[in-house]
């Protein structure tokens, strides 16, 4: 009777596929990680969303592009004027959802018509830094919000 076994070099060859395999699987779960996250930040914008919509300003989505420097406001009526800021289509992979801008850092903004400053507001922003070097501010009438 003849003894079946692998030789080593057909074991080293299993183990080198198993381990590619694995590399693929961990690459894909990444990518579905990063996606997942996002939707959960998603989730959590719109719930913010939801619970203030009575005392809601401005929704500015950006799905459109600004129209002679106006972009609409999806919630109310205080239309945002842009300066400088370029939009980026949703067909880009660029934004995270829809529409976005781009903002070169030095004298880009979009002011809403309305904004009712001197009282207390809550701004929420989604923002895409394309360095995570030096300071990104958003400010509100010259006064810092986040840093």
């Not at 939801?50 to 205080?78: H, I, M, Q, Y």
């Not at 880009?92 to 001197?118: R, T």
């Not at 207390?120 to 958003?138: C, D, N, Q, Y």
């Amino acid at each position: 009777m003849k003894n079946k076994s692998f030789t080593l070099i057909e074991l080293l060859v299993v183990i080198v596929i198993i381990g590619i395999l694995a590399g693929v699987i961990v690459m894909t779960t990444t990518s579905y990680i990063e996606k997942a996250n996002l939707a959960k930040a998603q989730a959590f914008s719109s719930n913010v969303s939801n619970r203030l919509w009575n005392d809601l300003v401005s929704e500015w989505t950006f799905d459109l592009p600004a129209v002679e420097g106006v972009t609409e406001d999806t919630g109310g009526s205080n239309d945002g004027t842009v300066v400088g800021a370029t939009h980026i289509p949703r067909s880009s992979d660029q934004c995270v959802y829809g529409g976005c801008y781009s903002f070169d850092g030095v004298n880009d903004y979009i002011i809403g018509n309305n904004v009712p400053f001197g009282q207390e507001i809550t701004v929420s922003v989604w923002a895409k830094p394309s360095t995570l070097s030096g300071t990104k501010t958003i400010v509100c009438e010259n006064a810092p919000l986040y840093t």
